[in-house]
């Protein structure tokens, strides 16, 4: 049975409202009824909204495409499904000529080939994508945390501000509908009293992330009959033989314009035009989809024609709205003017009205929309997520703090100061700010992985199984929820048991480098070096700034005593991060094994200077004083150490080494009396190592 509604209007109001099977029954339809590139695109975005990547890739695959919304699906399809020579051929390898095909989505299809480029290793040519997705739209916020990420250096005054020469895409919707005249036209003249109006609502250019868009045309009701039929995708090609059900009605002389709703400040200002027209042309009438001569057939207008042409229905354009059916609509009743207005004459009203149409030019700027001040927020943070991603911590704190109060107490600005005090180690104070962002956003799985490991540095048991337990609860197909599980097994020294986890993580994720660097560590502590280093490799591969990574191959030849090659992967990690203290201390004891002790020393007082909490590096400086024959400067440390760490075995051990060295062999026998009463098992054979002459110019034992 034929319907009056437009088949594609209810598919899209389906997928709005997530009935994803509905979307899906009623698109099989139409593209059996039509097979053409547009029906079987909307077919193709009802099967990936729900979650049917393969039938998408094989019913877009089979077809020629020439549509940039079909392509771009298409690539998105083979990316998911990792075919990316695929998803490369689809796109084009050409970035002015991507540009230029993909129209408003070619930001999108120059980031996703920015992602292709990098999964394969193509970093230079990623970096070219996203700046120029960045230069085609400022709003690109991904491609700008990408390009920082991978180390590139870029300019955030430069990046986030409106070129008019190249930023084609409207900084809002608003500025496009006031100022083509091309796309929506107003006709004004000869306008009758009695007149009504109809606002066609379409989905055009639908993305993936822009379900629905909205296009208006306003045009009297008593002109000539509709003598041709045009497709709902606006600006493409209409549908030959195709049926009326699927088309809509469209007069010759207006051309659509159609915005596509995909930022919540464009939204908002939608209504403030509408009322202003409305004040102008009075109550509207009737805002429903006109049936062509062929859709009149049939019963009584469905439920949905009369809720579209309800007069009794308010308005409301709304960010989470999901009909696109009922974006515009009459009001309940008239406003008091209007009602003021009906004891005015009848031909006075008609003339001011068309005084009024003819006097409705909004003269709206970017600069007098929202989105000036959304760029210079952006600036802002991308000063400091430029600072944090170039891991100059405590300048990016300072940065997160200075922006506006209510940016500073949302969750991911306060998880992003989190990573840096993490970085800086300063577990407590990230600790602090993740327990803060926990009680207000329970749900929240961002940054965790990180607040897992601050836990794991300082020992809290009860605080990381907790935390562990609450993830894996939450959604046990979460990466982050595997590696919180992991680092907590790993703290009850269960190996196995956290190897298992971690191996989870990265099966869920596998393109988390920071899950591989964990896996790694693991590994090298359950002492199976080869599989360390094959995660550390993996993780590299997938971020060449993966220090984490870098540090641990450096450690497993530490321990393999490969001290030339640990100095090397040292100095790579150092090159990514050079504000670490315990990456300094590392390189430190890499130089002196080298011989190169006053290089030794000099990296180490330099490592504690950066962090002097840090009693890691102060050990390390202590075991090397001794090594330089400097038992005396390296007591103040070992002294020091004693004070903060008192059931360290290792601070005791050391000092038993540095009295023996000074000749007092009763406190040396005490030290290492109570080493060995803190580990038995770790300490007990260095205390004949300690006591033996032949043994005093060894290298120092290696750091746990």
């Not at 099989?28 to 979650?51: I, Q």
């Not at 030959?240 to 919540?264: A, K, N």
């Amino acid at each position: 049975m034929i319907v009056q509604e437009p088949i594609q209007v209810i598919v899209w109001d389906c997928l709005n409202n997530y009935e994803y099977d509905n979307a899906i029954f009623l698109a099989e339809r139409l593209h059996a009824e039509v097979s053409s590139e547009e029906t079987a695109f909307l077919l193709g975005t009802c099967y990936y909204r729900a979650g049917r990547i393969n039938e998408t890739f094989y019913l877009l695959h089979n077809i020629t495409l020439t549509l940039p919304q079909a392509r771009y699906l298409l690539a998105k399809c083979s990316v998911d499904l990792k075919s990316y020579k695929d998803a490369e051929a689809v796109l084009g390898t050409n970035l002015d000529i991507v540009a230029s095909e993909f129209g408003e989505q070619a930001p999108y299809a120059l980031q996703l080939l920015a992602k292709i480029y990098n999964i394969t290793e193509r970093r230079s040519k990623a970096a070219e994508a996203h700046r120029k997705a960045l230069s085609l739209n400022p709003f690109m916020w991904k491609s700008f945390s990408q390009l920082c990420n991978m180390g590139e250096k870029v300019d955030p005054h430069q990046v986030f501000q409106i070129n008019n020469s190249e930023f084609t895409f409207g900084v809002s919707t608003l500025v496009n509908l006031v100022s083509n005249s091309e796309n929506i036209s107003i006709i004004n003249s000869n306008i009758p009293n009695n007149t009504s109006f109809n606002l066609n609502i379409t989905p055009n250019n639908i993305a993936t992330r822009t379900p629905m868009s909205v296009s208006t045309s306003i045009t009297p009701e008593t002109q000539a009959p509709v003598k041709r039929m045009h497709s709902v995708f606006s600006g493409m090609a209409p549908i030959p033989f195709s049926p009326s059900f699927g088309m809509l009605p469209v007069e010759e002389s207006p051309v659509l314009y159609t915005p596509t709703l995909t930022d919540s400040n464009e939204q908002k200002a939608i209504p403030k035009i509408v009322n202003s027209l409305r004040a102008h042309v009075g109550q509207l009438k009737d805002a429903v989809f006109s049936p062509s001569p062929r859709c009149t057939l049939g019963p009584a207008p469905r439920r949905s024609s009369r809720l579209f042409s309800n007069n009794n229905s308010s308005y409301s354009v709304k960010e989470n709205n999901k009909s696109p059916s009922r974006k515009f609509v009459a009001p309940k009743s008239p406003s008091r003017k209007n009602k003021q207005r009906k004891n005015i004459k009848g031909t006075t009203e008609s003339n001011e009205r068309n005084k009024s149409m003819e006097t409705v030019t909004p003269t709206l700027t970017p600069k007098s929309t929202n989105g000036v001040a959304l760029l210079g927020l952006l600036k802002e943070l991308g000063e400091a997520y430029k600072s944090l991603a170039f891991l100059d911590c405590k300048t990016a704190i300072k940065q997160f703090q200075e922006i506006p109060h209510k940016q500073l107490h949302s969750p991911w600005v306060q998880t992003m100061i989190a990573k840096a005090h993490y970085e800086l180690a300063q577990y407590e104070a990230a600790v602090k700010i993740f327990v803060e962002i926990r009680k207000q956003h329970p749900n929240r799985t961002e940054g965790m992985d990180v607040y897992s490991t601050c836990l794991w540095h300082l020992q809290r048991e009860a605080q990381l199984s907790a935390l562990a337990q609450e993830l894996v609860e939450l959604n046990r197909n979460d990466s982050i929820a595997w590696l919180a599980a992991g680092n907590c097994f790993s703290l009850h020294k269960e190996r196995e048991t956290a190897l298992k986890f971690f191996k989870r993580a990265v099966q869920i994720d596998p393109d988390a480098a920071y899950g591989h660097a964990l896996l790694g560590h693991e590994y090298a502590v359950a002492e199976e070096s080869d599989k360390a280093l094959s995660s550390f490799r993996t993780a590299v591969s997938i971020d060449p700034r993966n220090y984490v990574a870098w540090f641990g191959i450096a450690t497993v030849f530490a321990r393999q005593e490969r001290w030339k090659a640990s100095e090397v992967h040292i100095r790579r990690a150092l090159a990514i991060h050079p504000h670490s203290g315990v990456l300094r201390c590392q390189l430190g004891l890499a130089q002196a094994a080298l011989g190169k002790m006053d290089r030794a020393l000099s990296t180490l007082e330099r490592a504690v200077a950066l962090d002097k909490e840090n009693p890691l590096c102060r050990f390390h400086r202590a075991s090397v004083l001794l090594r330089a024959g400097r038992p005396e400067d390296a007591l103040a440390d070992l002294n020091h150490l004693k004070d903060i760490a008192p059931r360290e075995s290792l601070v005791y051990y050391l000092l038993g080494k540095v009295y023996n060295k000074l000749g007092d062999s009763h406190l040396a026998l005490m030290h290492f009396s109570w080493a060995t009463d803190l580990d038995p098992k770790g300490t007990g054979g260095h205390i004949k190592e300690g006591f033996d002459p032949s043994k005093q110019d060894d290298p120092p034992e290696k750091s746990s």
